[in-house]
Structure formats: structure tokens, C-alpha cells
């Protein structure tokens, strides 16, 4: 099937003058932007036009790739893997193709200008997402645009691993205010992938702040002391029993009573280690529990060092010593021996993950003070 002579005229023109380039199917319409100046054209099919507009993008990516057979099929396999530094990443947006977008997109430093114009093209949330995780482009002027439109339509999301990594990428600094930022934490009530993204992100400012250990103040001055002479085990301690670390173990805990899926709780228990880890002394994966008891057994039988001076000072505290050693040794390792054995999500993951999330939970009860259920 052939373009009319007035669509192929208009096509040349819009490709030549436009840097970018869309199709709105519904309507038959091609629309370029050129600046801040839109530019349009009305299709005229003669015959089919699901045909017609594949002619359409044919025509198309003739002019601006020279490719007569339409979008290549090796940049399609390339495309999210962002492997397509070498082609010129300006013409692939006058193809209207959402995967040629999709390219642009997941190119490595990806400028601010051309990041506007493929959100012109293709204002999707899996776009949005793809152009927020580029540093340059979260902190330009498009940063809080994109952002606002990935809360917007979170509501209608279903995938909990798009939940969280959409309120992980919304979270970064500047992007959204308080208000919204309260909103999100709110939904985290009903919806614990939320909260994972939070703990991800900004896991020393969490909305809701808890209040201090009701033993912190007792041991204030003594923790003081060794922080002072730089002891790392004191300095943790001493920001565990505070509000911020409090915040922090209470939502972790929260969160780990319903993680929808094998993802978001991967996510959970690397946030917890990660957290932590400012103390770990063992950097081999630790995959199981009994590991990582015995190994905290070791480091309190150790003769002398900060630990023991932290334990000698503070005896009182000495399960939220242990505690605060368990969790700067466990992470998301130990769940791979479970998980690379079932595909389960929900009720069932959950059921299956016990063994590791019981532990979990009980020595973030200990750091909290209280028995958590």
C-alpha cells in the first residue's frame, strides 16, 4: 500500500524540520516538535490503516535512518539492555516507534534536551521510570514532571515490584514535596511495597518518626563517650536506640509482614543489610542463619577491641548488642537457598521464607525494645 502523495509530502516535511516525532493512531494524526512549536499532519488512508501507519513509520525511517524496511530489528533486541550508544539517538525519535523511544531511553547519559523530547513522544510510566534512573535527568527540570506522573497513575499500577521501584525513583531528593511524599507513605499502610521503597531511599528520614528506646537515655552518656573516641559499634548503637533507627527497624518490621512477592522481599532484606552493614566484619555471603549466629557468638567471645569495650561499658544492652551484630551480618543472600526452589508469591512465598524472616524479625524486636507479632 502506497501514501498518498499529500501524506508523503507532509511526512518529509515533518522529518526534516521536526526533532521528534509521534503518531496519534486513534485520530490518524503525526505530530512533530520542533522546539517549543508542535507541528501536525492529517493521514489519509486509502485502504487499511493498521497498514497504512506501518507504511507510515516505513516512510519514516527511511528518511531519518535510512532504512526502508522500517525500525531495525537489531536495535529492537538492543534496546533495553541501552546498547545503542553508537546510534544516533536524535533521528531514532522521528520514528514515532515506542521501542525506537524505548532506546533513547535506556541510553547511558542521556542529555536533558533529548530526555524532553522521548517524554514527548512516549509519556508512559515505564518510560518516566527508565528516564528518572539517569542521574542527570532526575535532577534536571523534567525530574518533578516525570515524577509527578508516575504518582499519579501508581494507584492504577499492579506489579509490586513497578510499586516499589516507582516510589524508590520518586523519592530521590527534590523530585517531590512532603505532602506528596505523605501521601505515598500513607498508601504503605495497606500496601508494604511502598514502604520497601522508602526504606531503599531515604531510610534515615521516614515519615512518622518513632520515638527513642526507652533505654537509650539511661546509656546516653556512657555510648557518648565511646562515640567520641570514634567507636563504630558505639556510634551504631547509640543511632539504633534513636528515633531515626527506631523509624527504620519498626518499618522493616512492618513491611516484612506481607512482601507481596519473591522481589519486593529480595528488597527488604537487602535494605535491612545494608543498613547495617557499617559494622560487618565478614564479607562473605552468610546463607545461613546458623552462620550468622555463630559468627556473632564469635565476635562477643572476642578478648578485647571496640566490641568489647562497647559490651563492658553497657552490659545492660547486651541483647541489642547482639541483635545490632545479627543484622550487619544478614542480607538477602540467605534468601536464595529458598527462593531458587520455588517461583511462590504471597501466602505461600511467605510460609516458605519463615525460617528466615522469623529470625529477622525477632532481633528487630530486640533492637525496638518490644515483642513484635
Not at 517549543?36 to 499532519?41: C, G, Q, S, V
Not at 555463630?294 to 541483647?319: F, M, R, T, Y
Not at 551484630?325 to 505461600?348: E, K, R
Request: proline letters at 6%; glycine letters at 4%; one cysteine or more.
Amino acid at each position: 500500500m502506497d501514501l498518498t502523495s499529500e501524506d508523503l509530502l507532509r511526512l518529509n516535511v515533518l522529518a526534516v524540520n521536526a526533532d521528534a516525532i509521534r503518531i496519534n493512531e486513534n485520530t490518524l494524526e503525526v505530530f512533530g516538535l520542533k522546539g517549543d512549536k508542535e507541528m501536525k499532519a492529517q493521514l489519509h488512508p486509502t485502504g487499511n490503516q493498521d497498514r497504512y501507519i506501518k507504511q507510515v513509520r516505513e516512510v519514516l525511517a527511511s528518511i531519518a535512518l535510512n532504512s526502508p524496511g522500517g525500525y531495525p530489528v537489531f536495535i529492537q533486541r538492543w534496546t533495553r539492555t541501552g546498547q545503542v550508544e553508537s546510534t544516533r539517538l536524535s533521528s531514532l525519535l522521528k520514528l514515532a516507534e515506542p521501542e525506537a523511544v524505548m532506546a533513547v531511553v535506556c541510553s547511558p547519559g542521556l542529555s536533558t534536551e533529548l530526555a524532553r523530547l522521548a517524554w514527548w513522544c512516549e509519556p508512559h510510566a515505564e518510560y518516566a521510570r527508565r528516564l528518572l534512573e539517569q542521574p542527570e535527568v532526575a535532577t534536571g527540570a523534567l525530574g518533578p514532571e516525570l515524577a509527578a506522573y508516575l504518582v499519579e497513575h501508581l494507584p492504577f499500577e499492579t506489579e509490586p515490584q513497578m510499586m516499589l521501584e516507582t516510589v524508590r525513583l520518586v523519592l530521590q531528593p527534590g523530585l517531590i514535596d512532603d505532602a506528596l511524599k505523605q501521601r505515598l507513605w500513607n498508601r504503605g499502610r495497606s500496601t508494604k511495597s511502598y514502604r520497601v521503597g522508602f526504606l531503599e531511599t531515604i531510610p534515615d528520614d521516614l515519615p512518622d518518626p518513632h520515638p527513642p528506646h526507652y533505654a537509650l537515655e539511661a546509656h546516653q552518656e556512657r555510648l557518648q563517650q565511646l562515640a567520641d573516641k570514634n567507636n563504630a559499634y558505639a556510634l551504631l548503637l547509640m543511632k539504633l536506640l534513636h528515633s531515626t533507627g527506631q523509624t527504620f527497624a519498626h518499618t522493616a518490621a512492618d513491611a516484612l509482614t506481607r512482601p507481596a512477592n519473591q522481589d519486593v522481599a529480595t528488597a527488604l532484606f537487602k535494605s535491612v543489610g545494608h543498613y547495617y552493614k557499617c559494622i560487618r566484619t565478614h564479607q562473605d555471603e552468610l546463607r545461613k542463619i546458623e552462620e550468622i549466629e555463630n559468627l556473632v557468638d564469635s565476635l562477643i567471645n572476642q578478648e578485647s577491641g571496640p566490641l568489647q569495650e562497647l559490651c563492658n561499658s553497657v552490659p545492660a544492652l547486651q541483647p541489642e548488642i547482639r541483635a545490632m551484630l545479627f543484622l550487619a551480618h544478614f542480607d538477602d543472600v540467605v534468601l536464595t537457598p529458598i527462593l531458587s526452589l520455588t517461583d511462590a508469591v504471597g501466602t505461600v512465598m511467605r510460609k516458605k521464607i519463615r525460617p528466615v524472616s522469623e529470625p529477622l524479625l525477632a532481633n528487630l524486636s530486640v533492637i525496638l525494645g518490644r515483642k513484635l507479632t
